[in-house]
């Protein structure tokens, strides 16, 4: 078993910046793909960014692109999320996952197998 934590959550102002974190236990954290996915009530789960197991592979959704950065830290078995920029529209819980049956980072939350409880994310206008 893997067993996600998130933290780093909280309340920031429109045009703000927030570090999310994920710490991992149980199984081999460094042969994980992980990845930030977030939902807003009322909305489908939604991906965010995703990094292979050295950090040499991301995939980030189209609009996050030069505003999120994901990296790992394998050594700390944690995955971090910087995000700049923020918007009213992107408050949402948002959640770290794990997959290891393959390197090549997803977007799909399907094939995501452990999930964190998540943090919630409020930008204020």
């Known amino acids: 078993q893997v067993q996600l934590v998130e933290s780093g959550g909280g309340l920031v102002q429109a045009g703000g910046s927030l570090r999310l974190s994920c710490a991992a236990s149980?199984?081999?954290?460094?042969?994980?793909?992980m990845g930030w996915f977030r939902q807003a009530p009322g909305k489908e789960r939604e991906f965010v960014a995703a990094?292979?197991?050295?950090?040499?592979?991301?995939l980030y959704a189209d609009s996050m692109k030069g505003r999120f950065t994901i990296s790992r830290d394998n050594a700390k078995n944690t995955v971090n999320l910087q995000m700049s920029s923020l918007k009213p529209e992107e408050t949402a819980v948002y959640y770290c996952?794990?997959?290891?049956?393959?390197?090549?980072?997803?977007?799909?939350?399907?094939?995501?197998?452990?999930w964190g409880q998540g943090t919630q994310v409020t930008v204020s206008s």
């Open positions: 990094i292979s197991w050295s950090g040499g592979r991301t």
């Open positions: 996952a794990g997959r290891s049956e393959s390197d090549y980072p997803t977007p799909l939350w399907t094939l995501y197998k452990y």
């Open positions: 149980g199984r081999t954290f460094s042969r994980f793909i």
